[in-house]
């Protein structure tokens, strides 16, 4: 845990209830933070080595009127940095609301885009997959015990993962496989976790479709064709789409979703087989 700058900042509302989302340094994570920020949480924003880029989600969360901790945990080691990680965010102020098991590996751009398959698809199984359903059930556990305590939030028990939108019907590709099996395999846990903690933890899932991240920001122009060619909406999606999902999963009026898994995609179309041809 990175004690950031919370202690340079005064509590606004010390009863505000808090948020945590993993990977809240950039993209996504950083909409969702900021959002949950403006529906009245407190937020600790999550990084796994990008101290900086957490600093400044940190910082757009308190341009919100909100308190923001910055915390470090590097999911791609196999460690027990989870545990902790779990204890001290929930130290901070007691109890927590809500949790967005939102960090995934990025394998797609940087110096990761050109390891081998394999190497790859071990990455993205711990970072995403083995991150995700260990954070869960630390969380769902503490979440839990602090009900029994008295301790709870009045928005306790909301659990967001992060899957994909075509991990269940498949995209041609390695990259299509590799995010099948990995997100895929995220979707399926939301829903067996869900009846786990049923009712006092709610888990549910959100699934993106084509999100223009740093990613779809330097994408081969065939992707974009592919965007406006499988989106309903003929548009890359906006990080802030799915921030908004989010958003209304934790709010009051989400409480009767439980188990579910929502696409954020604009809706779902088919690809030509010359499109799926070049893809592959």
């Known amino acids: 845990m990175n004690p ?3 202690d340079l ?5 010390s009863e505000r209830p808090v948020a945590v ?5 950039s993209g996504i994570g950083r909409a969702i933070a900021i959002q949950l920020a403006k529906q009245g949480f407190d937020l600790i924003v999550h990084a796994g080595r990008n ?12 341009g919100q009127t909100a308190n923001a901790l910055v915390s470090m945990c590097d999911f791609s080691q196999v460690s027990d940095g989870f545990e902790r990680f779990v204890h001290e965010a929930f130290a901070w102020r007691g109890s927590i609301a809500c949790w967005i098991n939102n960090a995934g590996g990025d394998v797609l751009t940087g110096a990761r885009k050109d390891w081998p398959f394999e190497e790859k698809l071990d990455y993205l199984w711990q970072v995403d997959v083995r991150s995700t359903l260990l954070l869960s059930r630390l969380v769902a556990e503490r979440m839990i015990r602090n009900e029994v305590q008295g301790k709870a939030d009045a928005n ?3 659990v967001i993962n992060v899957g994909w939108d075509q991990a269940q019907t498949g995209l041609p590709g390695a990259s299509g496989q590799m995010f ?6 995220i979707m399926s846990m939301t829903a067996a976790l869900a009846k786990t903690y049923a009712p006092r933890v709610r ?7 084509w999100i223009q991240t740093q990613w779809g920001e330097e994408a081969d122009p065939a992707w974009s064709e592919l965007v406006a060619q499988q989106s309903l909406q003929r548009r890359w999606g906006q990080p802030q789409d799915v921030a908004s999902v989010v958003g209304f999963l934790v ?9 579910q898994c929502l696409p954020v995609n604009g809706g779902l179309g088919e690809l030509s087989c010359e499109l799926r041809t070049r893809l592959c």
């Open 4 to 6: 950031g700058r919370d």
């Open 9 to 13: 900042v005064p509590l606004i509302d």
């Open 21 to 25: 989302v993993t990977g809240s340094s």
């Open 51 to 62: 101290l900086q880029r957490a600093e400044e989600t940190a910082a757009l969360v308190r």
């Open 156 to 158: 306790l028990g909301s």
């Open 180 to 185: 099948a099996c990995t997100k895929g395999a």
């Open 203 to 209: 888990f549910n899932c959100v699934a993106p479709g």
């Open 251 to 259: 709010s009051p009026s989400g409480t009767f979703i439980n188990g």
